[in-house]
């Protein structure tokens, strides 16, 4: 086992920068450019995330400054940035409904921790054990949830009697309240959030450089005021909500939740979410950035990094950090090449944090709701859903499976159970290509299958040959217990050919011990042929190779039947 070294899991790419001293003005300049570009592109989705996780914009900005520095920071990666994501919003709105506030401080505390612990024992490559169609199917549930919770203000509903509508957490409960109350729809909030939609996707044929969204709430934020101020239209924006933005925002007070084995054990399931959403939403980013820039991330320090970011930012008042794939394409298509530019970022919104939070109380709600919607749309993949739909049907009861529970329960449970299905369609698959089967009358004298025209060997009716195909695991393990029992005859040897078997697991050891002992009891001789090493230290480390003896286990079938042959003959 390779020792451990802190270096070779948590190596933050800023710090690599620093000491190979290859930092230049004209690199911090692109840097410098980007991080403005992203933290202009940053100010309304951090602003949006935070509303519709139930919390503040203050502290949705909180966290895409907090949050992002420290990504940027310690993280693995050249240009990601760190922030709170759409994905989040619906974890963050459950936790926050059954445990508070605090339980989410707690909660998210917790998740920073596993997710240090992942990258310190070296599972940043988790993504690749995670089943795409499980993948695709909780991020088009989210995409789809997304949606659901932003119809109330990107039409304008009210309640019939005049009221705001209060919405419930629960699915069909949400969406039967819409239909109940879809008559007091505001045609004028209903234009600002289709014109949002309109301008975000029609803006990328003017340029690329600066996504739509950002245009769309400037310019209607601006009709928005002018039909307020000039027309006396009553379109619901932030400053209507969190009046308190008009007078300046305050940082807030760093607070510190008791922290307890109760909380702990109470909060594991929704901290577990959180880590592993974070794990695989930002390992999913870097991928992306690799991809575009040619680089290649560390993806355990990327995970540390995230870890970090995510303990230090509750006690800040801020929400669940992960990496952002739209913000950190906008970082890359602006130029930006080394984590400074996630910096600048951060020290952007710091200052628009301070001294422009007044002017954010005149968005409009529907113009965020227009927003959220585009991004839920991006994050969708439903083209990639539709076509996961022609794979084989195990894939797509995994896929449809998380996806319903997703929308219908929530992740966890969609994750749990997308996870289980999958492992048990995995060893389906594996014992449909694992076999044993009894050879018979004659055998080739090679190991190796590929070999053909090679001399073959008379089998006495004396001796049983099994050839074991596959892993021999639980899955196949009771198959031996089947062939065994339809055999009428006795023989003196059995021989149990391993060479095509990779890996047995303790089932596979208990049966097979099962085997021997049966054997033993009718006076036959079990031995093993073919047994590749990694199998042979499993059997020695399980004492299964000192009870049947080293004289019994041969690594090619001729010596395996030589011995057999002798003691038929003996």
């Not at 790419?13 to 992203?38: C, H, M, N, R, T």
């Not at 074991?468 to 062939?483: L, Q, T, W």
């Not at 003196?492 to 050919?497: C, D, E, Q, S």
């Not at 002992?517 to 093993?528: A, F, T």
Request: net charge positive; glycine share 8%.
């Amino acid at each position: 086992m390779n020792k451990f070294s802190l270096k070779e899991v948590f190596s933050p790419k800023l710090f690599q920068i620093v000491k190979d001293k290859s930092y230049s003005k004209e690199l911090f300049l692109q840097d410098f450019i980007a991080g403005i570009v992203v933290g202009i592109v940053s100010i309304p989705l951090a602003i949006a995330f935070g509303i519709a996780s139930g919390v503040s914009p203050q502290q949705g900005l909180i966290t895409a400054i907090i949050g992002g520095f420290i990504v940027s920071l310690l993280g693995g990666s050249n240009v990601q940035i760190g922030g709170p994501t759409g994905a989040f919003i619906i974890v963050v709105v459950g936790i926050i409904s059954e445990f508070g506030f605090t339980g989410l401080i707690i909660a998210t505390v917790i998740g920073g921790i596993i997710l240090v612990v992942m990258g310190l024992f070296r599972l940043g490559d988790i993504i690749k054990f995670m089943p795409y169609p499980i993948i695709v199917g909780f991020t088009s549930g989210i995409a789809f949830i997304l949606v659901s919770t932003q119809i109330k203000d990107f039409f304008g509903l009210t309640s019939i009697s005049g009221e705001e509508l209060v919405i419930p957490s629960d699915f069909f409960s949400k969406w039967q309240l819409y239909f109940e109350n879809f008559s007091t729809i505001n045609p004028f909030v209903t234009s600002i959030s289709v014109l949002t939609i309109v301008i975000s996707f029609s803006w990328s044929r003017v340029t690329k450089k600066i996504p739509g969204s950002i245009v769309a709430i400037i310019l209607l934020t601006l009709v928005t005021f002018i039909l307020k101020q000039y027309f006396a239209i009553d379109i619901p924006t932030i400053g209507t909500k969190y009046p308190e933005l008009i007078g300046g925002s305050p940082l807030p007070k760093a607070s510190a939740p008791p922290i307890n084995l109760a909380s702990i054990g109470l909060l594991l399931r929704p901290a577990l979410t959180i880590a592993v959403l974070c794990a695989i939403e930002s390992l999913l980013s870097a991928m992306v950035a690799d991809g575009a820039t040619g680089k290649k991330h560390n993806s355990n320090t990327e995970l540390i990094g995230q870890g970090l970011a995510n303990i230090v930012v509750p006690f800040f008042g801020g929400i669940p950090v992960t990496g952002a794939i739209a913000r950190t394409m906008t970082n890359i298509n602006n130029g930006g090449k080394t984590p400074v530019a996630g910096l600048v970022n951060a020290l952007f919104l710091i200052l628009v944090f301070l001294f422009l939070m007044p002017l954010i109380a005149y968005i409009p709600f529907a113009s965020l709701a227009g927003v959220l919607c585009v991004v839920a749309y991006n994050m969708s993949e439903w083209r990639t859903f539709k076509g996961l739909l022609n794979n084989p049907i195990s894939d797509v009861i995994v896929l449809l499976t998380t996806f319903f529970l997703t929308v219908i329960f929530d992740l966890t449970i969609a994750i749990e159970v997308g996870l289980l299905i999958a492992a048990f369609s995995f060893i389906k698959r594996v014992m449909e290509t694992s076999s044993i089967k009894v050879i018979e009358n004659e055998i080739k004298r090679t190991e190796n299958p590929e070999e053909e025209n090679i001399e073959k060997q008379k089998i006495s009716k004396y001796i049983e040959v099994y050839e074991i195909d596959g892993p021999f695991f639980f899955g196949v393990a009771n198959k031996f217990d089947e062939i065994s029992y339809a055999i009428k005859t006795k023989p003196k040897v059995r021989i149990i050919r391993m060479r095509n078997v990779p890996f047995i697991d303790s089932t596979g050891i208990k049966n097979l011990t099962n085997l021997y002992n049966k054997s033993k009891k009718e006076k036959i001789q079990v031995i093993l042929s073919g047994v590749v090493p990694n199998v042979y230290h499993t059997l020695e480390k399980s004492r299964f190779i000192d009870k049947l003896g080293k004289e019994f286990v041969f690594d090619h079938i001729t010596k395996a039947m030589d011995k057999a042959n002798e003691i038929v003959n003996s």
